[in-house]
């Protein structure tokens, strides 16, 4: 072994700890002191927490993606920044509902925050100026209609001879009408807009329901965005509380003392303090992600305080020495639970590898914080209980409990006389696991984790059956001359993608200055609907004429040309589709835009919000998949620094590389997709599971040692040892992560599901199967050779006492 191999070794041998343990002890007034400053600090910091207003980046900034995004936005501006509202009612078609419609976009239109609105009331009629060559705006109607009859004269002009407006202010299949509200595009990924949100938009919308009884539904980007974010902020507090709860509710439950639980709750909850602290401290943006960091420190908090109090109880009945026995849970079991957080925080640092600036940041505060819980555990629950008598001889009776040891007598019954049965069930899951690993699909979605169950997704779905969409898909069309666009040429072209995009059921029609130029030869014709069409050669000088003034002087399309006329924009909105349906999507559209537009007169890009999360979502999962690759060398590197033997790093891995193929095939068989909520799972859980791992390991080459390496003995009395402790910080984190489940959003729910369910399995296979190994290979792995190094009495006692 290397020299600074050996120093680090020597720096967690016994005699550090001890020395560590009476610093503990003799300074324990300085170091709550200390304790409380550095949360008193944390705790300002708290302030500076931002939650996000726009959907996480999950691409690099130097991706040709988002460079091709960052040009559009520099182009048209912020593209998401439509709130639509909608009514599919046929009573809206009297004058008190029509007139009431109107007047409330009036109203909406007068805050600052928004740029200009689109209602019925508001269009204008495009009409043939023949005095000076140029079209006129005129109102759609004159008066405010006072009669039905008045009401559906205006439905039958705009339903029947204003194509123009099909599909963006009405639908004529189903008579519904919309209003579209377009915001400052400076506000739309700040706070302000969720101010306008929730302290004007909703209240407005809901006192004209109440007035008129209408059902109004609401959607576009900027407010799912903000219903959305608002849903991760009530659901933080919601999840520290069921964590806390149901953690502490095991915990009393196994331990059966108030004071024990008490103590555990005060650690786990100054570590939720520090959380929320170093989020704010690093200035980062609370997404779904980073939500589930505090919860996430509670349900690993608690394991540590397991380990630490039933090692001190432990002690206490042996020699009733309260001094010596909490100088030995720190000597004994500070070592071993530092080397369990490391691995654990180390399974969460891997995502910092990643080019994803969500999941470094989740990285970063995910495995800071674990490192905290375990200083706090180390610290407090020691210190706390040198403050506090003696356990009482009734907390100290689950140390004896028959139910556990009937549990420990059984798997110890199983390793001991049914391991090919172990094997054999082994296999059959890995081989059944592996056909369901086929069955996965991947998946990416803005919309697809959003909580289901809400009024604003259901809106989602309305808006997609009516309009076919609302997560805009953008093409920019560069000309690479100025005035480029308003060549007939262009616009054929342009008309010919028009049609395909059209033929794409996952699309809604797309608008784009065709539109406008169709309206201006409709227009030139009279208004009559049929010449809703590209003017012809003969006809462009003429209509491109008046229609240059119209597009001058209209809100409606002045975003979609820019102003040397050299670019194009053509705005579609897509469904909630997968990523395998965008990637035949986006083929077919590449096809025709190759056949349309030649790359020497043209530059096309497809880009867009949507089109942006989907590519992430692959490039995230690419990511995560080296994540996942890094923990697991990572893990086997510390098992070789531990154990200096190969078949014992893969010995060691196999249990816990199994339950992750577990659930993949899971995965697989229930048709939950790999997408990036779920792909965590697996480095998550990965981290976590390791630590029993290392802990049994531990405890059987201490065993060894004191059995003279003899491997049944030792393998026995290792998992009566180790089984309790390790049965109930399992039982623990998989309640702890099962709290999630109860969350509106479907990724978080198949988080904590899938990573309960991993850490079920992995209880059973370090429990069952990691025994069963060290006895069928005990001739191969048994020498002294293994185990020379000084490296493993990091996680040993010299003394032969159990250390967990």
Excluded: C
């Excluded at 508001?122 to 043939?128: A, E, T, V």
């Excluded at 616009?491 to 049609?499: F, P, Q």
């Excluded at 043209?602 to 690419?622: C, P, S």
């Amino acid at each position: 072994m290397p020299n600074y191999f050996y120093i680090f070794a020597k720096i967690f041998e016994m005699d550090f700890w001890t020395h560590v343990s009476r610093i503990i002890l003799k300074g324990r007034f300085f170091i709550l002191i200390l304790i409380a400053a550095i949360t008193y600090l944390l705790a300002s910091q708290m302030e500076h927490m931002r939650f996000s207003y726009t959907e996480a980046n999950l691409l690099p900034e130097d991706h040709k993606i988002n460079i091709e995004y960052n040009s559009f936005l520099d182009l048209f501006g912020e593209e998401g920044n439509l709130i639509i509202l909608a009514v599919e009612d046929s009573t809206i078609f009297t004058p008190e509902k029509f007139n009431a419609w109107n007047r409330l976009s009036k109203k909406l239109d007068s805050f600052k925050e928004v740029d200009f609105s689109v209602a019925i009331g508001d269009i204008k009629k495009l009409i043939k100026n023949n005095n000076v060559n140029k079209f006129d705006f005129v109102p759609l109607y004159d008066k405010t209609p006072e009669t039905i009859e008045d009401v559906l004269k205006i439905k039958h002009e705009l339903f029947e001879n204003l194509p123009f407006f099909d599909n963006f202010l009405f639908n004529k299949k189903t008579g519904t009408i919309r209003t579209v509200i377009y915001l400052e595009k400076d506000i739309v990924n700040t706070s302000i807009r969720k101010d306008f949100v929730f302290d004007s938009l909703n209240p407005i919308i809901e006192q004209f329901e109440n007035d008129y009884n209408i059902d109004v539904r609401v959607s576009g980007m900027p407010y799912i965005r903000t219903m959305n974010a608002q849903n991760i902020i009530d659901e933080i507090g919601l999840f520290v509380g069921l964590a806390l709860g149901v953690t502490a509710l095991i915990f009393f439950f196994f331990f059966r003392s108030f004071r024990a639980t008490f103590i555990t709750l005060l650690v786990v909850s100054i570590g939720v303090i520090w959380a929320f602290g170093f989020i704010g401290l690093f200035r980062y943006e609370i997404s779904v992600l980073m939500a589930l960091i505090p919860p996430l420190i509670i349900v690993i908090g608690v394991p540590n305080a397991i380990f630490l109090i039933n090692k001190y109880q432990q002690e206490v009945k042996k020699h009733g020495n309260q001094a010596k026995s909490l100088q030995r849970v720190i000597s004994k079991i500070g070592n071993a639970t530092l080397m369990t957080n490391v691995t654990t925080a180390s399974g969460f640092a891997t995502f910092i590898f990643t080019k994803s600036q969500l999941l470094q940041e989740f990285g970063i505060i995910a495995s800071i914080n674990i490192l905290g819980i375990f200083i706090l555990a180390l610290l407090i629950i020691p210190i706390m209980y040198s403050f506090l008598p003696l356990p009482k001889e009734k907390h100290l009776k689950h140390l004896e409990r028959k139910w556990i040891d009937a549990i420990v007598n059984w798997m110890e019954f199983i390793v001991k006389n049914h391991r090919f049965e172990v094997y054999a069930a082994t296999i059959v899951l890995i081989i059944a696991s592996m056909i369901g690993v086929y069955m996965i699909k991947i998946s990416g979605s803005l919309i697809e984790d959003m909580p289901k169950g809400k009024q604003f997704f259901k809106d989602i779905v309305f808006f997609e059956e009516e309009f076919g969409g609302i997560m805009p898909l953008e093409i920019v069309i560069d000309t690479k001359v100025e005035k480029g666009v308003m060549k007939l040429s262009t616009l054929k072209r342009m008309n010919k993608l028009d049609e395909t995009i059209d033929e794409i059921p996952q699309l809604s029609k797309s608008i784009s200055i065709l539109n406008l130029v169709k309206y201006s030869k409709q227009a030139f014709y009279g208004g009559n609907p049929k010449y809703y069409q590209l003017p012809t050669n003969q006809e462009k000088n003429w209509i491109l004429s008046y229609a240059k003034n119209a597009t001058s002087n209209s809100d409606l399309l002045k975003n979609f040309v820019d102003s040397t006329g050299r670019y194009a924009r053509i705005t579609t909105f897509m469904k909630d589709i997968g990523t395998s349906k965008m990637k035949v999507i986006e083929e077919r559209i590449h096809q025709k835009i190759e056949k349309e537009f030649p790359k020497e007169k043209y530059h096309v890009t497809m880009t867009g919000k949507a089109l942006v999360f989907l590519k992430g979502t692959n490039f995230l999962i690419n990511n995560l998949v080296v994540s996942l690759s890094l923990a697991i060398l990572l893990i086997g590197i510390f098992m070789a620094f531990l154990f200096r033997s190969f078949r014992m790093i893969l010995i060691s891995l196999m249990p816990n590389i199994f339950p992750l193929l577990i659930t993949a095939g899971l995965m697989g068989y229930l048709g939950i997709p790999i997408k990036p909520s779920t792909i965590l799972v697996f480095s998550i859980a990965f981290g976590i599971s390791v630590d029993d791992t290392i802990h049994f390991l531990a405890k059987y080459r201490q065993e060894l040692k004191a059995n003279n390496w003899r491997i049944k003995q030792s393998v026995y009395a290792a998992l009566r040892e180790t089984g309790v402790s390790m049965f109930y910080t399992s039982i623990v984190l998989f309640f702890g992560f099962l709290v999630f489940t109860i969350s509106s959003f479907g990724g978080t729910i198949a988080l904590g599901g899938l990573v309960s369910v991993t850490l079920l399995f992995a209880m059973v296979s370090n429990l069952l199967l990691l025994p069963s190994l060290l006895l069928s290979l005990e001739k191969k792995i048994a020498n002294k050779k293994t185990f020379k190094e000084p490296t493993l009495d990091i996680l040993t006692n010299e003394d032969g006492n159990n250390n967990s």
